[in-house]
């Protein structure tokens, strides 16, 4: 009988740690889906918050009700030409969650922002989804342009796993300042731009861009490199240049 019992014991222990576990599995799931959501909703107000960051608006309010009105987006084909997604039957929501994590230069439909300000019915400029990786992962950003496709307004990175300190300094405003007013085409030693060929993006020096190219052409298009971090200055680099490359033929147009 004493057996008995000692086996009754361990069974009802066995089944009650087995429930026990299913029931915290199970209100781990919900908490996690929950959580998800919200935690979502914060990555899209830490994006919207970027994108007025790099356009140099500066608004007070609710964010995500202005970002609707002042940032318009639309696609763009290979060749440049633009559409509405109302045009090409695509829902804005479902392309973007789609391919936010891979970027949108690549695709035949890339995406673009019109910056229009209260009150004008013209873009005041254009921001591009910056997409590229890093020294530990993937990096991305707005570049916001004016209406001529060349000038830059400023920058932003919404998401970087770079080292804080060092690489994470690409997410500071003080360095990210120096990207407003230059140019994404790279002039030639004569200063000559050539939309078809010259190269495009902004490249970060190692070092200082006075000591690389002083007051020349190249400067224009050129920025401070971070001290200790020659690796996401790298990153840095081809992420303009690889994102940029793509919507070449719509700049022209702007031309």
Known sequence: MEQNNGN????KIFTFMILLGIVSALTLSSVSVFLQDKQEKARYFDRVKEMFRAAKI???GDLLSLAEEYFQPFLVDREGKA???EEKNIRYETYQ????????ANLPLKLIYK????????PSGYIIPIFGYGLWDHMYGFLALKENGV????????EQKETPGLGGVIAESEWQQQFQGKQIFQADEKGVVDLLRSPIG???VKGKVQDTYGKGPRSRSAVDGIAGATLTGQGVTKAYKDTLEPYRPFFETLQ
């Open 83 to 85: 559409y509405s997604f």
């Open 97 to 104: 969650q789609k391919h936010a994590q891979t970027g949108y």
């Open 58 to 60: 500066e608004e007070n």
């Open 202 to 204: 902004i490249t970060v």
């Open 8 to 11: 009754g014991s361990l069974s």
């Open 115 to 122: 910056i229009v300000k209260k009150g004008e019915e013209k």
């Open 151 to 158: 000038d830059v307004i400023g920058v932003s990175w919404y």
